[in-house]
């Protein structure tokens, strides 16, 4: 029907065409069956309706403004020619049947109200809408480098595949998204759950995915390749995301209820991130980086190279392996989840707010340096690296330590309150001349303690030597109750008072020196080495003999030598120096000196 500038209405429903053909404005045709489309003009708008199959006759094509097409009985509707041009809206009625459309225009394809059982489109131009769109089965839209918009709350997908350059996708409830490629970024919104079909991936710039209801967003192909930033809104609902792209991912801004992300490249962000329950971050062998000030997190586990996580406020760190070292930061308090551990090289943990850090998985396996900051916070760390913990600065208000491997430092400890170091068996080296230790609690093998100043000693353990030194101050016990057992030799060196005088002492071999006096007592025998006492000695052997090892020299300043034991006194040739030999006494009468001066 050759018709030029006038409409044709050719809509009788009883209508049996084979292939029609025509050429007018409006221009309507129905049949009571199948309908076979061939060139067609309309430039006034294209109906077409049929009881069943549309399709484009071969070598067919329709040039419309508007396009309506309805079929009955769940018939299909193809108009595939190459050279179709639809300059206007398009809707389409087909029941549970497919509409497959090909739109060469280069301008857009507007998609009005559709509704079909499955959609496919193949567009030159940008895709957009301005009706609602169902589509219970698959949508495939396919425009090459033009943007794809169908972002109307009312859109009701089944699952939705498309390649375009920005690809916008809205459904009201759950969304599957397919096989999509966006090469100017994809943004993703549901009223309900988002997955990923089966063997489906993402490969775009930027993705935004925001679901509503709390509903979970889980896009876990796994050649899935997001390039750019990723932001994500689930409410209460989970974000799970898998990423190879090699590079990096990107999390921009990300408030969900849990966030899981498997990465093949570095992890970084550029946003703030708000997880109050679980954040899961695995990037084998890359680097991990979410240290925004912003960040609130519930749990992190991670496992990557060089680890960094910081929280506004408290962090719960859960498992975390991190091959090149773990970085800790917060604004409250730094705790270890049940059964959580963590493996890294070096460790950095900072709390602000004298907030404490509290790592205390059992299998923790730290190998490198270790660094604090708390302020007047505690910081509490488990070691189960059989080898040793390096303390690097750490400066913290108390500090504990259960080590595994030997103890030892490579910067100064700064600890004003009570240092407690357990490292069973093992040495422990804390001999910085710059430390600042407060209380020091240990037990270990050799143990080495040394402070800038008085250094106060609580229970102390030392089945291989005890080495102790105040720099500039005293050496003394925090307490009457504190005891000091000591297997081997005692050194001592101070500027100030050496006072080791609690009841339960076992000091071991006892070498002194020291510009003021010194106070020792033990409960059992007291046996001493070299020793030097500026202001007096004084000695005491609760239950036992205090004796001096041959070849050794004491050495005392002051006014008295007073030793005080149940039993004897033992002495060699060289008690030397100012002091008398008057109050030299022990409980039975009995004293053997070979020379007093």
């Known amino acids: 029907v050759n018709a030029s500038g006038k409409d044709i209405t050719l809509a009788n429903a009883g209508n049996n065409f084979g292939t029609v053909n025509a050429n007018g404005a409006v221009v309507s045709i129905r049949d009571t069956d199948a309908l076979v489309v061939g060139n067609v003009t309309a430039t006034g708008g294209l109906t077409l309706q049929a009881g069943g199959d549309i399709t484009t ?27 179709n041009d639809i300059s206007g809206v398009v809707t389409a009625s087909t029941g549970a049947g497919s509409f497959t459309l090909v739109n060469a225009n280069a301008t857009a394809t507007d998609l009005g109200t559709v509704s079909v059982g499955n959609l496919t489109l193949t567009a030159s131009g940008n895709v957009t809408q301005s009706g609602v769109l169902t589509v219970p089965g698959t949508t495939a839209v396919n425009a090459s480098g033009k943007d794809i918009t169908l972002a109307n709350a009312g859109n009701n997908f089944g699952t939705v595949n498309a390649n375009g350059a920005v690809v916008s996708i809205r459904d ?24 990923t079909g089966s ?168 190998s490198g340096v270790v660094t604090a900051s708390t302020g007047a916070g505690s910081f509490t760390l488990v070691n189960a690296n059989a080898t040793a913990t390096d303390l690097g600065t750490v400066s913290v208000g108390n500090l504990t330590l259960t080590a595994s491997g030997n103890v030892t430092q490579s910067g100064v400890l700064t600890v004003p309150g009570t240092t407690t170091v357990n490292a069973s068996g093992k040495d422990i080296t804390l001999a910085n001349p710059a430390n600042e230790l407060g209380t020091v609690v240990a037990n270990g093998a050799a143990v080495s303690l040394r402070d ?33 057992t000591v297997t081997g030799t005692t050194p001592v060196t101070a500027t100030a008072n050496i006072t ?11 070498l002194a020196s020291t510009a003021g006096a010194v106070a020792l007592l033990d409960a059992s025998n007291l046996a001493l080495g070299n020793m030097t006492a500026g202001n007096g ?42 002091a008398t030999c008057a109050a030299i006494t022990t409980e039975t009468g009995q004293f053997f000196p070979t020379t007093c001066e």
């Not at 009985?73 to 108009?79: E, F, H, I, K, P």
């Not at 106060?456 to 005891?483: E, K, P, S, Y």
């Open 57 to 83: 006759g071969s070598n067919a094509n329709i040039t419309t403004t508007t396009l309506s097409v309805t079929t009955t009985g769940d018939a299909n509707a193809t108009l595939s020619g190459s050279a």
């Open 172 to 195: 009201t409830d759950a969304l599957v998204v397919g096989n999509v490629t966006a090469t100017g970024g994809l943004t993703l919104q549901a009223g309900g759950d988002i997955t």
């Open 199 to 366: 063997n489906a991936n993402i490969t775009t710039t930027t993705l935004s995915v925001t679901t509503t209801g709390d509903a979970n967003a889980t896009l876990s192909g796994s050649a899935n390749d997001i390039s750019g930033v990723v932001t994500a809104s689930t409410g209460a609902g989970s974000f799970t995301l898998v990423n190879a792209n090699a590079t990096a991912t990107d999390l921009g801004t990300v408030s969900v209820g849990n966030l899981t992300l498997t990465a093949s490249g570095n992890v970084t962000q550029s946003g703030v991130l708000t997880v109050p329950g679980t954040a899961t971050v695995n990037a084998s062998g890359k680097d991990i980086t979410l240290a925004n000030a912003g960040n609130n997190f519930g749990t992190v586990n991670a496992n990557g190279a060089v680890v960094s996580i910081r929280d506004t406020d408290a962090l719960v760190v859960g498992n975390v392996t991190a091959t090149g070292g773990l970085t800790l930061q917060a604004g409250g308090d730094i705790t270890t989840g049940s059964n959580a551990n963590i493996t890294t090289t070096t460790l950095s943990v900072t709390t602000t707010g004298d907030a404490n850090a509290t790592l205390s998985g059992s299998a923790n396996d730290i």
């Open 452 to 484: 800038a100043s008085d250094l106060i000693l609580g229970n102390v353990t030392a089945t291989g030597g005890l080495t102790l030194v105040a720099v500039a101050g005293n050496v003394t016990q925090a307490t009457a109750d504190d005891r000091l």
């Open 500 to 510: 080791l005088t609690s009841a339960a002492n076992e000091l071991g071999t006892v």
């Open 537 to 578: 000695l004084t000695l005491t052997a609760t239950a036992g003999n205090v004796s001096q090892v041959a070849g050794t020299r004491l050495l005392v300043t002051g006014t008295t030598t007073t030793v005080v034991t149940q039993t004897e006194i033992w002495a060699s040739d060289n008690l030397d120096g100012s």
